[in-house]
């Protein structure tokens, strides 16, 4: 069955870096969009990246110039790098797939499955 796994979670202080990867099984990686969306506590969960089957990229623009998407088709991961982390930015994030190959609009189109989510906090 589809999972996505993430995984590089965990506490940074402001201006640090981390990467979180989502690994996927089940499906071929190739085909399809994979979107990061965070939810902060108290906030409504919000799109924060994605990449498309075609490696377009599309970002949010409160993270965009310090968060890099990418991803290994052969090892069926994507990642998503952070850097010049803010404590703003807390948030359990997850990866999720879209059941099609583009990013149109993602934050608005709902995915069709999920992963359990990972947390990140950043804190001095």
């Known amino acids: 069955q589809v999972q996505l796994v993430e995984s590089g979670g965990g506490l940074v202080q402001p201006g640090g870096s981390l990467r979180l990867s989502c690994a996927a099984s089940?499906?071929?990686?190739?085909?399809?969009?994979i979107g990061w969306f965070r939810q902060a506590p108290g906030k409504e969960r919000e799109g924060v990246s994605c990449?498309?089957?075609?490696?377009?990229?599309s970002y949010i623009n409160s993270v965009k110039g310090r968060f890099s998407i990418s991803r290994d088709n052969a090892k069926n991961t994507v990642y998503l790098q952070m850097n010049s982390l803010k404590p703003e930015d807390t948030a359990v994030y997850y990866c999720?797939?879209?059941?099609?190959?583009?990013?149109?609009?993602?934050?608005?189109?709902?995915?069709?499955?999920w992963g359990q989510g990972a947390q990140v906090t950043v804190s001095s």
């Open positions: 089940g499906f071929t990686l190739d085909y399809y969009a």
């Open positions: 990449i498309s089957s075609s490696d377009s990229r």
């Open positions: 999720a797939r879209f059941g099609r190959s583009s990013c149109s609009r993602y934050g608005l189109v709902r995915p069709d499955y």
